[in-house]
Each structure stands twice: as structure tokens, then as C-alpha cells.
């Protein structure tokens, strides 16, 4: 019984975060990118914090680039 107390609850908190992210327009058409889907996710996670004040953006995100190791050239001297 109690899972699935902590189930529904972590459902709320989640289901109020996206509420919130809707509130903030974040899922307006529009370029999206990196910053834009990890704002919206911090927001999410954030849940009924967004209306304590917590406003979580993220500004610089870098994705990693592919590996280079299947393209490298063998080089006999």
C-alpha cells in the first residue's frame, strides 16, 4: 500500500510541474534545442517548487560529440 501511495504522489508532483511548464509557455511552437528540453525538464522535476519561487533555466548546454575513432585514416610509413 504504501508504493502505491508514493506512486500517486510522485505523479502529483510531477503532473503539477508540467502544469507549471505550461503556465510558462515552454511548449509554445518555436525553436527548439538543448537548453530549451533541459528547462523544461528541470521545471518538471521541480514540480510545486515552481510556485515556491524556484524558476529553473538552463542557458549553456553542450552535447557530446560523436566519437571520431571509427573514421580515423591507418597511416603506414
Excluded at 522535476?45 to 548546454?61: F, R, S
Amino acid at each position: 500500500m504504501g508504493r502505491g501511495l508514493i506512486g500517486t504522489l510522485v505523479l502529483i508532483w510531477l503532473l503539477i510541474g508540467v502544469f507549471a511548464a505550461w503556465q510558462r509557455d515552454y511548449f509554445a511552437g518555436g525553436a527548439t534545442n538543448c537548453a530549451t528540453a533541459g528547462t523544461i525538464a528541470l521545471t518538471v522535476v521541480a514540480g510545486p517548487l515552481n510556485y515556491a519561487g524556484v524558476n529553473p533555466k538552463v542557458t549553456d548546454c553542450k552535447l557530446p560529440e560523436p566519437s571520431a575513432i571509427g573514421s580515423m585514416e591507418m597511416r603506414v610509413s
